[in-house]
Nanobody
Framework: QVQVVESGGGSVLPGGSLGLSCAASGYTSSVASWAWFRQAPGKEREGVAAIYTLGGDTWYADSAKGRFTISQDNAENTMYLQMNSLNPEDTAMYYC???????????????????WGQGTQVTVSS
């Protein structure tokens, strides 16, 4: 089992930045793919960014490219999402997810991820 806990959400003005963290514990050596998903009210959960733990390869949704950066600190079992140039369309609950599937990081879908955090709210509003 792997436990994940997100932190770092909050409210920000359009154009601002936020950094999210995902701290993992438990059987973390089993994790091959990490991802950030988000879900806005009335919308489906969507993958935003993902990383292949073993190789460091990354994937970004088109909406996140050039603005978001995913990274990991294997020594600390922590994953990060730096979000810049935020806009109101980025408002959502953001979830950290982990999977032992080595392919899950590429164009991630929720069903491929076994371990989920409780989510952290990101609100972008003027």
């Amino acid at each position: 089992q792997v436990q994940v806990v997100e932190s770092g959400g909050g409210s920000v003005l359009p154009g601002g930045s936020l950094g999210l963290s995902c701290a993992a514990s438990g059987y973390t050596s089993s994790v091959a793919s990490w991802a950030w998903f988000r879900q806005a009210p009335g919308k489906e959960r969507e993958g935003v960014a993902a990383i292949y733990t073993l190789g460091g390869d990354t994937w970004y949704a088109d909406s996140a490219k050039g603005r978001f950066t995913i990274s990991q600190d294997n020594a600390e079992n922590t994953m990060y999402l730096q979000m810049n140039s935020l806009n109101p369309e980025d408002t959502a609950m953001y979830y950290c997810a982990a999977s032992p599937n080595r392919r899950a990081w590429y164009a991630p879908i929720a069903v491929d991820f076994e371990y989920w955090g409780q989510g952290t709210q990101v609100t972008v509003s003027s």
